[in-house]
Nanobody, 117 residues
Framework: QVQVVESGGGLVQPGGSLRLSCAAS????????MSWYRQAPGKERELVAV????????NYKDSVKGRFTISRDNAKNTVYLQMNSLKPEDTAVYYC??????????WGQGAQVTVSS
């Protein structure tokens, strides 16, 4: 079992920055991919960014490229999402996800990010 706890989020003005953190504990030895998803009201959950636990290679949703950065600290089993130049359309609940080699997913509890003046 893996326990996942998110932190960060909040209210920020357009153009501002926020950082989300997500820490995993428990049976974390076979986690191979960590991701951030988001879900806006009335919309489906979408993948924002993903990072390989081993190689550190990353991929991003087109609309956040150049503004968001995903990173990880394997020693702490923690994944981060640095969000810069935030736009109102980035408003959503953000969820972290840990994927194990056996195909089992673990989700964070969600963090509200609101971009508004």
């Amino acid at each position: 079992q893996v326990q996942v706890v998110e932190s960060g989020g909040g209210l920020v003005q357009p153009g501002g920055s926020l950082r989300l953190s997500c820490a995993a504990s428990g049976s974390t030895f076979n986690i191979y991919k960590m991701s951030w998803y988001r879900q806006a009201p009335g919309k489906e959950r979408e993948l924002v960014a993903v990072i390989s636990s081993a190689s550190g290679s990353t991929n991003y949703k087109d609309s956040v490229k150049g503004r968001f950065t995903i990173s990880r600290d394997n020693a702490k089993n923690t994944v981060y999402l640095q969000m810069n130049s935030l736009k109102p359309e980035d408003t959503a609940v953000y969820y972290c996800n840990y994927l194990q080699t056996n195909g089992v997913n673990y989700w964070g509890q969600g963090a509200q990010v609101t971009v508004s003046s």
